[in-house]
C-alpha cells in the first residue's frame, strides 16, 4: 500500500533519498539487506543525483509505497499519438529500460497508445493492471476521467507515475515542467517584444489536456493585465500541419496580428506568415527544431522569437520514480523538470539547433539532472 506522508517535501529528504547512492542509507528502511541494497544502488548510475532531479512544485508531499523485490514489470499508458513528440517519447522510453543501470530492475516492459478516446485508454490501463503491471507511467488524455482507474491501482499498492498531463488522484507521483509558468513566461516575453497593446494569435493545443489549460491559464494570467491586447484564438493540435492551417486561416481574417503565442506546431506557424507574404511578428513557441531553424535562418531579419521546448525525456524521470517507488524510497508527488529557454540570441547549432535534422524533430532531448540523455539517433522516430 501507498502512504503520503502529511508533510511537504524538503530539500533536506531529497538529500536523504540521495544518501542511497553512496551506500550510507540505513538497509532497515528496506527490509531486504544487502542484495536489495545492491539492486538499488544499480540504479542510481553513476551520474543520478536525486537532489538535483527530484525538485519540486510547490504543495508536494512525500509519496511511499511498500518496498518489493526487483526485477519488476512495468507498463507505459499512452494517450495521444498524434505528434512527433509522442513518438520521440515513446522511443526514449524504450531505449531508457535498456540501459545498464535501468535494464536489471526491469523483467517487462509494456507500452500501449490509445489515441484521444478516453473510454480507450482507461480500458488500456486496466488491461496494464490485469496483465500484472506492477507500476504504470501515464500519459493522460484527460486529468480526470482516468482518475478512478489510477486511484484503484494506488489503493492496490500499485505505484502510478503521470508525466506531461498529470491525472487529479491521491498517491499519484507527477513530472512535469511547469506549464502554467512556460505558458506565462511566452505571454510575458511577447508583451516584452510586440508592445503592451495589439492582436496576438494564442494557438492552442488539445482540448481537454492539463498542460492545454495550464498553458493557455499562464498564457491568460499575462493577456488579462494588458487591456489593449486582443486574443484570437486557434486549436492547433501541437501539429505542424494543423497549426499552419489554423494560423492561414486567422491570418485571412485578421491582417493586423502583432504576436503569435503557440503551444506546439510552431514551424507551422511560422510558415503561415510566409506563404502569406506576411513580416515575421515575434513569435513565442515551443521546441521543434523546425520552428528554431526558422529562428535560425531569420535572425539577421531581425526576426524575434523564443522556445521553450517540453521535453520527451520527462518519461525516463517517471520511469526511474516509479522504480524508487517500487523499491520503498519517498518520492516526492510533485517533481518538476527546470524549462529549457532559448530565444534567438542563444541558438548553438548542434546543442539546441539542428540544421541537418528534421523539422519535426523536438529538440529538448536531455534532462541531464536526471541522467536522462538521448543521442539524436536514439530518439529520432524512424
Not at 535501468?102 to 485508454?121: C, R, T, Y
Not at 499562464?218 to 486557434?234: C, H, K, L, N, W
Request: proline share 5%.
Amino acid at each position: 500500500m501507498y502512504r503520503s506522508i502529511g508533510r511537504t517535501w524538503t530539500r533536506r529528504d531529497a538529500l536523504r533519498v540521495s544518501a542511497i547512492g553512496s551506500g550510507t542509507l540505513a538497509l532497515g528502511v528496506t527490509g531486504f539487506g544487502a542484495g536489495f541494497a545492491r539492486r538499488a544502488l544499480a540504479q542510481d548510475g553513476q551520474d543520478f543525483d536525486r537532489t538535483a532531479c527530484y525538485q519540486t512544485f510547490e504543495g508536494s508531499v512525500p509519496i511511499q509505497f511498500d518496498a518489493q523485490e526487483p526485477p519488476f514489470s512495468l507498463a507505459l499508458s499512452n494517450g495521444y499519438i498524434g505528434n512527433v513528440w509522442r513518438t520521440q517519447m515513446i522511443n526514449m522510453s524504450n531505449v531508457f529500460v535498456t540501459r545498464p543501470d535501468i535494464q536489471p530492475l526491469v523483467s517487462d516492459w509494456q507500452v500501449a497508445s490509445s489515441g484521444e478516446d478516453v473510454a480507450a485508454q482507461i480500458a488500456q490501463t486496466e488491461n496494464m493492471i490485469s496483465a500484472g503491471a506492477q507500476a504504470i507511467i501515464i500519459n493522460a488524455i484527460s486529468p480526470t476521467a482516468l482518475a478512478p482507474v489510477c486511484q484503484r491501482a494506488v489503493n492496490d499498492g500499485i505505484p502510478v507515475v503521470a508525466f506531461d498531463n498529470i491525472v487529479e488522484a491521491d498517491g499519484i507521483v507527477y513530472v512535469n515542467e511547469d506549464q502554467f509558468e512556460m505558458g506565462r513566461l511566452w505571454a510575458d516575453w511577447l508583451v516584452t517584444n510586440m508592445g503592451e497593446s495589439g492582436k496576438v494569435l494564442m494557438v492552442k493545443g488539445v482540448a481537454g489536456t492539463s498542460v492545454d489549460q495550464d498553458r493557455n491559464a499562464g498564457g491568460m494570467s499575462v493577456f488579462d493585465t494588458f487591456p489593449g491586447i486582443e486574443v484570437v484564438e486557434a486549436l492547433g493540435q501541437w501539429d505542424p500541419g494543423v497549426g499552419q492551417t489554423v494560423t492561414a486561416n486567422a491570418l485571412a481574417a485578421h491582417d493586423d496580428i502583432t504576436g503569435v503565442w503557440a503551444q506546439g506546431g510552431t514551424d507551422g506557424v511560422v510558415r503561415a506568415f510566409l506563404e502569406a507574404g506576411r513580416p515575421l511578428v515575434p513569435v513565442a513557441g515551443e521546441g521543434e527544431n523546425g520552428f528554431r531553424k526558422q529562428m535560425l535562418e531569420y535572425k539577421d531579419d531581425g526576426f524575434k522569437a523564443i522556445s521553450i521546448g517540453q521535453s520527451p525525456a520527462l518519461v525516463a524521470v517517471a520511469i526511474r520514480a516509479a522504480l524508487d517507488l517500487l523499491m520503498g524510497m519517498e518520492v516526492p508527488s510533485k517533481i518538476a523538470v527546470p524549462l529549457p529557454v532559448v530565444t534567438t540570441d542563444d541558438l548553438e547549432v548542434g546543442v539546441n539547433v539542428f540544421p541537418d535534422a528534421p523539422d519535426n524533430f523536438f529538440t529538448a532531448i536531455n534532462i541531464d539532472d536526471c541522467n536522462a540523455s538521448f543521442t539524436f539517433e536514439e530518439v529520432a522516430p524512424e
